[in-house]
C-alpha cells in the first residue's frame, strides 16, 4: 500500500471540518501509516478455524426463579412517604380543573 501522503491528510481533515497545522498534518500521516500497517498484520492471521465471536469473555446470566411472592409490608411502605391517606400516597394536585 502507498504511503499516506500529507495531501489525504489535508483532504480528509478538510471534510471533517479540522483545522489542522502542519505539524499535526504530519504527526497524523504517520500515525494513519502505522495503523495501516498494523491491520495489514492482522490480515495476514489465520482466523479459519476461530469461532465467531461477540465477546472476549464469555458472559452467563444466572437467573433466579421468577416466584410471585407475597409480602405484608404496605403499612411500612406508606409510612416511609411525605403524606397519605388511606392506603394510598397523597401528592400535590397537578391538574386544574
Same mark, same amino acid.
Request: proline share 3%; hydrophobic share 35%; aromatic share 4%.
Given at each position: 500500500?502507498?504511503?499516506?501522503?500529507?495531501?489525504?491528510?489535508?483532504?480528509? !481533515?478538510? #471534510?471533517?471540518?479540522?483545522?489542522?497545522?502542519?505539524?499535526?498534518?504530519?504527526?497524523?500521516? =504517520?500515525? #494513519?501509516?502505522?495503523?495501516?500497517?498494523?491491520?495489514?498484520?492482522?490480515?495476514?492471521?489465520?482466523?479459519?478455524?476461530?469461532?465467531?465471536?461477540?465477546?472476549?469473555?464469555?458472559?452467563?446470566?444466572?437467573?433466579?426463579?421468577?416466584?410471585?411472592?407475597? !409480602? =405484608?409490608?404496605?403499612?411500612?411502605?406508606?409510612?416511609?412517604?411525605? !403524606?397519605?391517606? =388511606?392506603?394510598?400516597?397523597?401528592?400535590?394536585?397537578?391538574?386544574?380543573?
Amino acid at each position: 500500500m502507498a504511503k499516506i501522503t500529507n495531501d489525504e491528510v489535508r483532504k480528509v !481533515s478538510h #471534510l471533517a471540518r479540522l483545522e489542522l497545522n502542519e505539524n499535526e498534518i504530519n504527526n497524523h500521516a =504517520d500515525q #494513519l501509516e502505522k495503523i495501516l500497517d498494523y491491520i495489514k498484520q492482522l490480515e495476514q492471521i489465520d482466523t479459519d478455524d476461530v469461532p465467531c465471536t461477540t465477546r472476549a469473555i464469555e458472559v452467563i446470566n444466572v437467573f433466579r426463579k421468577d416466584e410471585n411472592i407475597n !409480602s =405484608d409490608c404496605t403499612e411500612e411502605l406508606l409510612e416511609l412517604g411525605p !403524606s397519605r391517606e =388511606d392506603k394510598y400516597f397523597k401528592v400535590p394536585k397537578i391538574i386544574n380543573d
